[in-house]
């Protein structure tokens, strides 16, 4: 009797287990998705949709020099919680937003700035002032910026703050580690490059000294 | 607060004339319906800008490029490539979020994801614009209007033959 009793639910833990055990071996040869695989959140893919065009300008950037950079930067905010108000003395609990933020920051000059008043020429010879170099571009994109630890509520708001204070402290410090002073030398090099191959031998160029920022 | 890094991870020289910058708009449109043990739906719009830069290699510009004779000048370009895509933080908006019961919200890491995937469609069609036919064009002004203040009179610019952009 105690074996009628207990047939059913042995037949059916023995059924459980071999189905577990036979899906474990079929997923190791990819004949079945593993029990993990099974409750992954499927990608989320965007649409493809157009790019509209809202402006075409007419530049003339020479770039010289590209930084890489990363940086850490958080925020911290004090907030009130229901468990933290329940306290006998209530008492706030911290917020915190972390980012990662990888970028590459671009300086150069702007030929537009070479005024006829910057150039002299005598038969094989030039005279070029240039005007002082900036920082042309900071890129961070999305795939830049790496959320490492988001602690509690942030608005977008919030968010965009973060990471415009990130790329303006990506651009101080690479200014205070020289990077215009480079940008200009650099200019200095291809344009005597440049003009070396439209035949001038005899190439002065002289850098402004007041580097700008854009 | 920010962490103190005291180097930069690598400078890089380069000797790219920028010429043509264009300014693009563009939407994007996610739907989260495909996850079979999560219960309803989520869908977000988000409106970004994206700035790309194209223009010329001037170090591929070799003497053999170059014919002078007087006040003439002769010189092959190289083509136009993109050389930069950008999409500023500050100009990513989120329009739009429907969030069923059961769903939690898109999150600032997921939505960061959406954007990474927007980015890579910029990328992806940015030579398609025309833009590299606006920068070789613009090219042509700024280096004639250069070679113009170092007294030349007669300028002719061509480019070398046409090779595949370079995606970024």
């Known amino acids: 009797m105690i074996k009628k009793l207990f047939s059913w639910p042995l037949k059916i833990i023995t059924t459980v287990v071999i189905v577990i055990i036979g899906w474990y071996l079929l997923s190791k040869f990819n004949l079945l998705p593993s029990f993990s695989g099974l409750f992954k959140s499927a990608d989320v893919t965007i649409e493809n949709t157009p790019l509209l065009i809202k402006e075409m300008n007419s530049i003339s950037e020479l770039m010289t020099i590209s930084a890489y950079d990363e940086l850490v930067i958080d925020t911290t905010k004090p907030t009130m919680s229901i468990p933290n108000i329940l306290l006998p003395i209530p008492a706030p609990s911290i917020n915190k937003l972390v980012l990662i933020a990888r970028g590459q920051i671009v300086a150069g000059i702007n030929l537009k700035e070479i005024q006829p008043e910057n150039i002299m020429t005598k038969e094989d010879t030039v005279l070029i002032e240039l005007p002082p170099a900036k920082i042309t571009d900071v890129i961070i994109n999305p795939s830049g910026f790496e959320i490492f630890m988001e602690k509690g509520n942030w608005s977008a708001n919030e968010v965009i703050e973060l990471k415009k204070r990130a790329k303006h402290l990506m651009m101080e410090r690479n200014i205070q580690q020289g990077l215009l002073k480079k940008a200009s030398e650099r200019a200095a090099v291809v344009l005597t490059g440049f003009l070396k191959n439209i035949g001038y031998k005899n190439i002065i160029i002289t850098l402004s000294l007041n580097s700008t920022m854009k | ?168």
Not at chain 2, 34 to 45: A, E, F, Q, V
Request: charged residues 25%; proline residues 3%.
């Open chain 2, 1 to 168: 607060m920010p962490h103190k890094a005291d180097t930069v991870l690598v400078i890089q020289e380069m000797n790219d004339l920028a010429t043509a910058e264009y300014v693009v708009n563009k939407i994007v449109k996610a739907n989260d319906n495909s996850t079979w043990y999560k219960l309803g739906d989520r869908k977000i719009l988000i409106s970004c800008r994206g700035i790309i830069k194209a223009g010329i290699d001037l170090s591929i510009i070799k003497e053999e490029d170059v014919t002078t004779d007087g006040k003439n000048i002769s010189m092959v370009l190289p083509p136009a490539k993109i050389l930069s895509v950008h999409l500023p933080a500050e100009d990513i908006k989120v329009e739009s979020e429907t969030v069923d019961f059961f769903r939690d919200r898109f999150s600032h890491q997921e939505q960061n994801i959406l954007m990474t995937q927007a980015e890579e469609q910029i990328k992806y069609t940015a030579d398609s614009l025309g833009i590299l036919q606006s920068a070789e064009n613009n090219a042509v002004t700024a280096v004639s209007a250069l070679l113009k203040q170092l007294g030349y009179e007669r300028i002719n610019i061509k480019f070398q033959s046409v090779s595949p952009s370079i995606k970024q």
